[in-house]
Every structure is written in C-alpha cells, then in structure tokens.
C-alpha cells in the first residue's frame, strides 16, 4: 500500500482562480488515489465548484479563509498582511505537520517569502533556491536557483548542486544525475571566483550525483546534463531570455504563416507538426517550480497554469514528498559536514 | 565627397579561412568605394583568391605573414606569441594609424586579448566591453557585454551604458537610444547592489539617451528598447541562452517536418514563411561584434560566418568609424568628467 499524502491547495492563488485550482486538484486526485487536499479559500466559492468533481468527494476539505495574496502584491506586504491568506495558511499547514506539501498558482515573491519566514531556512543550508525543469532536446533538465538569491558565493552554489540533485532523483528519477554549473566557458580558467571555487569543491566531493564541470548557456536546450546550476541573478536572466526567445519565433511563425495563401496552406497542413512543438515546450507539461533548501515542501504553479498543468504541479509535490527530497538533502549535507566552507550551518 | 576608410582584414581568420574571407570583403568593397583593404595573410594563399574579384583590383593590399592564430589557441598564448600573426598585424595597424578599424572572424578570445594589449582601454572606461546586435521583434538591439569582464560594478555599467547607447546612434542610427539594464525585476528594489546603484547614476545624468530603468530577460527578444546593459557573465549566459533556444526550437520544428507525410507536404508549402523566419534570425544578417571602450576600432565577425555576414561586420566597421564612435564616447564621459565614481580613469 502507498503511503498517504496530505497536500495543502492555495485554492485562491493563480490568474484563473478557484475555477482552474479545483479542476486541477480533481484531476491530481484521481491519478493520486492515497492523497487527500486541504483547500485553502473562500468556502462560499470553492464549495460549489468541489461539488463538481466526484474525484474529490471526501478527501477535499474546505480551511475557509476570505484573505487573498494579490498577484500585484508585493512580497514584503504580503509577509506582513497576508499570514492569514489562503497561500499563508496553506503554508502554515505544512509548517504544523497538517499537511505534506503546499502547492499555490499565486504570486511568487510573496509565496518564496512566506515559504522562507514560516518554514525557515532547513540546516546546513544557507540559502534556499527556487528549481524548475525546462524542456530540452535530449531530456528534461532542473535549473537552479531562479530568482531566490541575486548574490552567490561558491558555498551558495555547492548547496544548490546538491539540492538540484536531490530534485532530479525525486522527481524526475535519474539515480546519478549528471551536474553542471551555468558559466561563460567550458575550460577551467574561465568565470567569476565563486563559480571557479564551487567547481573545485563538487569535483572533489563525494556525492550521489555526476559532477560534468561547466556548461555554456547554449547548451541549456540541449539537455546536455540533468542539472543546471547558477546564481539568482543569472538563473532569473536566462530562463527569462529562453520564453522571450521562444515567444519570438511564435510570433515570428504566426507572421510566417499569414504571409501569403500558399504559406497559409502551407501550416494548416504542418498543423500537426507544430502542435506537437506547442505541446513539447508547453510550459503546463513541465510546470512546478519549488522551493528547496526550507524545512518543509512548497511548490509554485505558474500563475497562468491550466488546470492540467497544475495536476503537474501537484505530481511534482507528490514525488517531492514520496521520495523523501528532505532526508536527501540532508544525508548529502553530511558528506560536507566538515567542511566549514560549504555548510556552517550545520554546526549551529 | 565621402571621407576614405582604411580596413584591416585579418584575412586568416574564421572557420572558413580566406575564400570566405576574401569574398566577404570583395562585397563590402562593391558597396563602399571609397574604403582600401590592408589584407593580413599568406601571400600564395590571399594572391589568387583577391584577383578573383574585380572589385578588389587596386584596394586590396596584401601584407604577409604565415602566422596565424587558431581557434582553438588559449587567449592567453595567442597575446604572448601571436602579435605577428594576420590577427595581431591587423589589429597592429590601427594602433598604428595605418588601417581606421581591424576586422577578424577568428579566436574571440585571443582577438579580445591582442586588441586590449595593443590598443589599450580609452581614458575615462575602466574596462572595455564585448557588443553586439541583437534581433528582436520591434527593431534591432544593441547588447552589452558579452563575457569580456565576469564581475562588473556600477561603473562599469554605467560605462556599458555610454558605450552602447554611443554604438547605436552610430551604427544603428538611433538618435536618441532607450537603454535598459537587464535585472530580475523592473522594480526600483530589485536586483544586485551594482544594478541599482548603476540605476540611480544613469537616472540622475544628463546623457543622450533615454534611460528606461530595468529590463527582464523576455523582453529582449520583443526588442522594447534600443540598447540592453548588463555585466559580462549575466550577457554571455543570456545571448547563448537565446541561440540554444532558437536551435532547439529549430531543431523540433525540422523534427515536425519528418513527422508524416501530411506535415511533409505542408512545410513545403510553408517554406516560403520559414526561409523568412530563418533570414530574420540568421546571425549573419546581425553580423559584427564590437570592442567598445579601446583606442581603436576592432570588429568581430561571427567565426562561421559567410562571405555576405563578412560583409555586414565590415559594414559595422564602416559605420562606427565614419560617425566618430569614440569621440561619442569621449565627449559623454566628460559629462561625468565630475564625478570620480564613475570615470576616474580620465583623471589620470
């Protein structure tokens, strides 16, 4: 028998609201037959739209709460005000050991920093990291960190190579994920100190996990490894360049396409090419970014996820929780417990 | 009458050599008559190909040398021993005064190295940068650096900003840049100490350009202003970030294409709209990297170029030199000749 699993829905969070949560949550719940979801949110709203899924008769429980994180809010008013809200509470239901994991569509900044203040920071990690797997040629590759740390020394980065590793066993299976950190060459000499000192460290480390050196950003689409490591800043940056590169040739197609009759005949034929390169890069097949590094599970849909896609995000959640990510980390975290360098936090 | 321009061609240069070389610059010299050639190579080798091309008659000059700089030689050794190779004797030759602008399509690195070294960084510029063209959907857009400096502060951004705005009103023709620094956010709080600080300085200057705050990595690619600032690392990342996306997306759509028999046919019809989309995004049609902030003009053609993309370097050379882009340059720093965080090199 499976293990049970309790996951802890933002009900609220997400351009689409309740509507697109609920449908998603139906749709998780019926490939997931052991979990049950705690629904965070207006109970005179989520009420009747549960009502419309028999997937979750029974095993979805309403925590009313009229108080919503806003997706213009910003994060530091939202840590103050938005404790109660219904992204805070399911949080805070993960911090009490109500719920395994809490999954929220909402506004990221705010969800990173409630993660942060309420579950706080898990030992021998200095910072957490907000991951996320990309769609890439030869497979699906995690990328970290995203945006949670715009500075990052060597010790940062060592923390996040084991973290990413860990997501990379957990949720996407690899038992020896192969490693790299984000640079501007590929020969040794080259990048800034902490990408330079952090290579030297992972090289040296005995951990569960492949260590290939560098990798230029050109081969991020490759799927040349199964983790990419890098700081906050660059991390943000180039994940970023990748969907407004991807967006441009959309629109550079779509303008391909009305260019004249012939080319007009032209798609609709390839339509079913092109679908499949829709559905291949579809941000809803690879949705979950989460947050690592906290003691506790939180995973963030994309805001503008389908109800599909958020199923996905719920299944990252469930292998994260299955797979015992946390106990991971930590067991790797020992390997380095004595070297002060990579994880003082341990010793405190 | 148009003022004559002196190019020197490193005529070994690039993963085709000189037939590329040599017929690239045969174009350019068709479409500015006023310009002469300094063609750095082999002598039995460069002789041949130049009388091939009726254009070249009279212009081209042939200085010889049989050293030449691989691509695959360390910058580091190329500075040490590869100032008499065709690379370091057409860089030689605008530090000279004998040639206006060096143009190269080989090893990037060891062109950075021999240019700096031999030219020298301009008063007022801490560290010279690494340019380029970008294309976007709205217009054309100037990136800066590129992975010539890994750890940047505000001044050097702030340097980046002047050199790059300078690099789009002479190349690109836009009177009045728009320039943003790239960052996590488009908030004022965002960001790394260095782009905030930058921000505020390039806020408060009075400089010929409009200075739009921050700029997200997706929106590169819409082209929402003229020139993107950011340090050499974070720029590096992102542009081969954005290549690999545009491979990969590539990639699938050949792989579409070989999907039925249906799809076959339609990308026939629709090879009219995909020629146009790959012509929009071909780096040749963008050709020329620059180095900003030396005492000389040095261009970068693309290593796989073709003779045409050879041309287009070289037309980038032509337009940098006839609109005076380090008296741009100059006559802007002195507007902070005041102010000792941001140019104290002009003080020297």
Known sequence: ?????????????????????????????????????????????????????????????????SDVVEMEDKPSSAIRTGRNSSMGLAVKAVKEGEADVAISAGNTGALMGLAKITLRTMPGISRPALATILPALKRDVVMLDLGANVDCDEKNLVQFAIMGAAFSRTVLHQTLPQVALLNVGVEELKGSDSVKKAAKILKEANLPMQFEGFLEGDSIGIGDV?????????????????????????????????RNFITRIGFLFAKGGLDWIRKH????????????????????SHGSSSASGYAEAIQVAVEMHRNNIIELITEDLKNFSGDEAVTPALKE
Chains 1, 2 share one sequence.
Not at 30 to 57: D, T, W
Not at 242 to 253: C, R, V, Y
Not at 282 to 299: C, E, M, Q, R
């Open 1 to 65: 028998m499976t293990k049970g699993i309790i996951l802890a829905i933002d009900a609220m969070g997400g351009d689409k609201g309740p509507v697109m949560t609920v449908e998603g949550t139906a749709i998780a719940a019926k490939r997931f037959p052991e979990a049950r979801f705690l629904m965070f949110g207006k109970n005179q709203v989520l009420r009747p739209l549960i009502a419309q899924y028999k997937s979750l008769q029974d095993r979805a429980e309403i925590r009313h709460t």
């Open 226 to 258: 199964d983790v990419v490591v890098t700081d906050g800043f660059t991390g943000n940056i180039a994940v970023k360049t990748a969907e407004g590169t991807a967006k441009l040739i959309a629109e550079l197609l779509r303008r391909a396409f009305y």
């Open 281 to 300: 890069l579809d941000p809803n097949t690879h949705n979950g970014a989460v947050f690592l590094g906290l003691n506790g599970l939180v995973v963030k």
